[in-house]
């Protein structure tokens, strides 16, 4: 299923090479499909865009200490942005908590180039590519591993805290932290909200892993994920990283 091997050529390669890889990939013929469909039909709020419609890179710096998982890109949002949980409803309740606790520069995120900067922090998926209904199946959760275990790699030197936002995030990310040199424990810890588990590196290094329930609007409607609750999980998250935060 895979169209190339998400690999480096030379192993040197730095996140921004990445990302620029992570743009091109073709590997799932469905999720390509999906992407490009919905970056040519468009949403009618949204006819004087032009789509990103390609797979969705990280955003943040390449020094992050804290590390934001969640599960794949809004069809309308990091598809027609080209940013993480940028352009729709669960990207404004994470980047206003991102900024109420002092890790992004400003509350909203509109669009790529309006000036957002976060602190210390980068928000990655596990499925680069919008899903329909925003469900990835489990076999193109797997086909995007490599990406997630190679963004992990060149984090791993300062990388020490990770938010993993959802039940999907969590099981998917759990094997790239494996792979990427971290010891899972074992029996693996289950995904719950407010859930910690420590990750031991290989290099002696290791990271502080926190489950916090997604940021759908399922959830935040609902009250089941509520700002004080999301709050709570990233200033630990960003304690544990040895991040600066503001405490409300």
């Known amino acids: 299923m895979s169209a190339a091997a998400p690999t480096p050529e030379d192993g040197t390669e730095g996140i921004s090479g990445l990302d620029r890889r992570i743009a091109g990939c073709r590997a799932c013929p469905r999720l390509v499909d999906w992407r490009e469909e919905v970056a040519r039909t468009k949403r009618a709020s949204f006819a004087d865009w032009t789509y990103w419609g390609r797979p969705v890179p ?41 900024h109420d606790v002092g890790l992004a520069s400003q509350p909203t995120s509109l669009r790529a180039g309006d000036g957002l900067r976060l602190y210390g922090v980068r928000v990655t998926a596990p499925v680069h590519c919008a899903p329909p209904a925003n469900r990835p199946t489990p076999e193109e959760r797997d086909t995007c591993r490599p990406w997630l275990v190679q963004e992990l790699r060149l984090l791993r030197p300062t990388l020490r805290a990770a938010v993993i936002l959802g039940a999907f995030g969590w099981q998917a ?45 399922r959830n935040t409607f609902t009250g089941k994920l509520t700002p004080a609750m999301l709050r709570e999980v990233l200033r630990a998250a960003a304690s544990a990283a040895g991040l600066p935060h503001h405490e409300q």
């Open 58 to 98: 990280g955003f943040g710096p390449a020094d992050a200490r804290l590390l934001i998982v969640g599960l794949a890109p809004a069809a309308h949002g990091g598809n027609r942005t080209g940013r993480m949980f940028t352009g729709d409803r669960s990207g404004d309740v994470l980047y206003r908590a991102l």
């Open 173 to 217: 990310a759990l094997p790239a932290f494996a792979e990427a040199g971290w010891t899972v424990p074992r029996p693996r810890p289950a995904f719950a909200h407010g859930a910690r588990s420590r990750l031991e590196g290989d290099d002696g290094s290791g990271l502080e892993l926190f489950g916090c329930f997604h940021v759908s609007q």
